[in-house]
């Protein structure tokens, strides 16, 4: 095991670590309530996910394999800079392949094969509120929270009905964790969704600029808000990967060329990679 | 003072791996975790307890044991952790006899139940085959826990103890190197 000296293990400090242990134990005996932490200052900017790098480098140990995705894949320049910090804070071993990992840590996207237990996947959070769009004032938005008082999301979810005929959220689409409290999922697809429902992985969420932590505990209830003549339907082009042919994937419309060329290839690169090689190796 | 033994070998991963086992547990209520990392607790804290302490105890949170002298200085030189008298005062508590009663304990508000103690229990013996009926969150059908050493009244505590959900105890049983976390959403059946 290589660490680069002149870091903790980890890169935060053993006070910082505990702070954020005892605030991760609490968000998990509490489903879905936002336990605030004393954020830290990280050697990456806000937007980089700061958030979900301090509640891995809280839970990360050497027996570890970490893997990290943006949008769903391994290579983007964001998710490769904090794979390296890990690396080389830590030591630990990364990966691509989604079943190899057992911490994941992600920005918009719920990786495509079903997780298993044993791994953990932590979710870099921009705004862990749920309501801030509807109410502003934190003092308001707690209140709400104490008295599981969430009619305003409601009556802007049936506003988004009458004015569309459905509910026009397709991302960070908000939804009820065990029965009890509303919570932002962070902005995944509102495809994403049913997989947080009692996923047999820890799922953990991170906000560093907001200063809040909160979890999904395995096998918890995790439900999007609907109606019960509108239910909820998650959204998908309705296309196959041009690359894998999936039709049960996340998809992202890429450009081609400058003619305007465009197709539809999955989000999630592993997924897409693993599904080409078995294709190959068929043929 | 009597002469300290140590605390983890290795402060840094003792911590984090200890950690991982109070986080699986806290996460998979019943599930039995196995932690290392320090040889020699002081009487009559077994290595899970004490491991425990010096993992999220610090000078931010006030502890209250009823684990006796040589203990305490243990946990004030290790995890440099304020002791309080008041069992209502602490964020931690560590009992080797009689626990005491959950609803003395911090809640949390309906705001922020987040704000409620911890009760580390050291019982006679933990086993996940047989015995209690849990359920809830972190557990896919039902895991079974067997606690020997816990007060008689335990399970109407811990019913009344989550009839206040969100607000709330959330306990980490102890036996040796073992350990078993009973968060506050757990529902709990006598077999
Ligand atoms: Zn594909």
Known sequence: MTIETGYNFGYLDENTKRMIRRALLKAVAIPGHQVPFGSREMPLPYGWGTGGIQVTASVIGPQDRLKVIDQGADDTTNAVSIRRFFAKVAGVATTERTSGATIIQTRHRIPEVKLREGQILVYQVPMPEPLFRLEPRVSETRRMHALADYGLMHVRLYEDIARHGHIAISYNYPVMVGGRYLMSPSPIPAFDNPKMHRMPALQLFGAGREKRIYAVPPYTSVQSLDFEDHPFQPIRANAACALCGARDSYLDEVVTDDKGGRMFVCSDTDYCNTRQAAREAAE | MSELTPGFADPVLGAQSCFRAILEAMSRPGRLQRVAGIDQPPAPLGVAAAATMLTLADADTPVWTDAGRAAE??????????????????????????????ATLAQGSEEEPHRSATLIVEVRTLAETVGWKLTGPGIETEHRLQVAGLPADFLRQWAANRRGFPRGVDVVLTAGPWLAALPRTTRIEEA
Do not use: I, K, N
């Open chain 2, 73 to 102: 200085d243990w946990l004030r030189f290790h995890a440099g952790c304020p002791l309080v008298a008041s069992p209502a005062e602490a964020a931690f508590l560590l009992a080797t006899g009689r626990m005491p009663a959950l």
